[in-house]
């Protein structure tokens, strides 16, 4: 059977397109990727989306939009697509269980993966002390000295998160100025947990089966020193979760998707929402008010499209 709709990600881009086509009577599908809810459902507090003054947690707010989007009769399906064929209409996807789809319209909205150091060290000692996910791995990090890598709005969440288990947090930033809203920096500041290490990046992350230390270099004087901790957070951005469309759907030098106004990709009934293609607001409520826009352009390509059908065109 082919859909009418077909959803790649279940972050709230994904899901707030799933919303608006299943109350639109698309029978949409939803194929979330290796994780429900992306992003978002890694984080431990949500304190500025709209309607949850007192916050909620990122893994709440993507079980009750789901349950929303269920509601209505969107289907969610817990698999990857590994390949897809996007020049032939129907759009032809198969998926990392073996399924395969034919959708007439698609939303892309498979959001962005962390960034990673790329130093030594890294990628052994993943799951070791190595982590970017603090609302994953905090737990297991009680009364140990550990340290944050970035300077954004995450770096600054995830920290103060983590004061409820580290003895000590300490953020390595490679400048001396923060990126972060002010609210977070101020809390930061006023944390006697934190400490801020400026001026520096990691260049090294060591230890024998764990995380015992990291090989710190000031970027001004490029003096090096070797730093202990017990376990270090990465939060310095990241990549636009999109190659599986390279050399179909065009994009830019960083790998974001390229749209229009109204979230159309260079192929007609493809469209993008979310961190795919914005590389500039990155927040939850602009992926689900951009989620929302992509689907309604959707349902209006594929009703122009059903109506060339009938007449013969």
Known sequence: MTENLIILGSGPAGLSAAIYAARGNLNPLVLTGQELGGQIALTNEVENYPGFPDGIAGPELVQLMQKQAEKF????????????????????????????YETK??????GASPRRLNVPG??????????????CDGFFFRDK???VVGGGDSALQES?????FASKVHIIHRRDQLRAQKILQDRARAN?????????VVKEIRGSGKVEALLLENTQTHAQTEFPVQ?????IGHIPNTSLFKGQLEMDEEGYLKVDARLHTNIPGVFAAGESHDRVFRQAVVSAGLGTM??????KWLAEWEHRQAMGR
């Open 73 to 100: 009769g969107a289907r969610i399906e817990m698999d990857t697509v590994i390949e897809a064929n996007l020049r032939v209409h129907p759009f032809q996807l198969k998926t990392q269980s073996g399924a395969q």
């Open 105 to 110: 319209a698609l939303i892309v909205a498979t």
């Open 122 to 135: 890294e990628r052994e000692l993943t799951g070791r002390g190595v982590s970017y996910c603090a609302t």
């Open 145 to 147: 000295e550990i340290a």
């Open 160 to 164: 103060l998160f983590l004061t409820k």
């Open 192 to 200: 006697p947990k934190i400490n801020f290490v400026w001026n520096t």
């Open 231 to 235: 376990g270090i957070f990465v939060y």
């Open 294 to 299: 992509a689907e309604l352009e959707a349902e």
